[in-house]
């Protein structure tokens, strides 16, 4: 039976710790990813109106105007669609978030309409340019939703240490995509792999943090300091490895996301031992109110 070649220097082959080998089919950067919404249909909306720009360039100066507002407009529409689209994912990924601050795609609903009337106003009569508008306004709310209108998860949350958290891991996401623009650079897609693992970790941290605004102190230094670190010493290794595939220096490389990752994870774990820790103070103290008042709970009579 054939078997696939595969060895230590090949691009798919085996790096890091027996631990990353081990791990990284439960704790890679694909667990739990969903494939984007931003995509398929949102960039039919970039090419349906572009038969416009004939329609413009065929007509009189008046019309050929119109024509071109409409084009504008459809494509704003369009950008504006594929950025809610990526607002509402980064919402629902989140266990605590807040509405996106603009409704992107219900405003995308009302370009669209107004796009579709200022072509309907060229090509035909006004009547018809309404109709079409609004059949558009339907089409395109039906087609892709609605914006998130309420807060998620934001019950009993200070919004203050909220605001706190978002500001910290809006600044780390940063210096993770900042990574991968680096790594890229190395032309190694198992360095870029290893890289998405220790992503996956780090935003596990991320995701513990923004569920408890209380461990932001506790890992703010991961968040910054850390982070700021391993952008820095990806940017240097990127330039070095680029120009010599240095394997020495892809090794040490390797082991600092060893070290990070592991960092990364242990902080994590430590964070959720400690809420779990408060949830068991919060029981107890009750229990033990409840039993000076001399509440009992009722035996099950089923």
Known sequence: MSRRYGGKFSPDGPTGTAQDRAGATDRGSYQGAKRTKAGGRVNLLFLAPLPLIWQAFTASPVVMAQYLASLGLLL??????????????????????????????????AITGAGLVMAGIAGHGFVEAIILGGLGVVLHAFSFGLDPLKDKGMDGVDLFQT?????????????????????????DRALEARVERFQATARRLFRTVEEDPRDLTAARRFLSVYLLGARDATAKFADLYARNRDQGAKADFTALLDDLEGNFAARTEKLLLDDRSDLDI????????????????????E
């Open 76 to 109: 704003l529409a369009a950008w504006l669609t594929r950025e809610g689209i990526l607002a509402q994912e980064a919402y629902e990924a989140r266990k605590v978030a807040r509405r996106p601050a603009v409704p992107r795609k219900m405003l995308a609903s």
């Open 163 to 187: 605001d706190r958290v978002a500001r910290a891991v809006d600044e780390a996401e940063k210096h993770l995509a900042a990574m991968s623009d680096a790594i890229k650079r190395a032309g």
């Open 282 to 301: 919060e029981i107890e103290v009750l229990r033990d109110r409840l039993n000076r008042e001399g509440i009992r709970p009722q035996p099950d009579t």
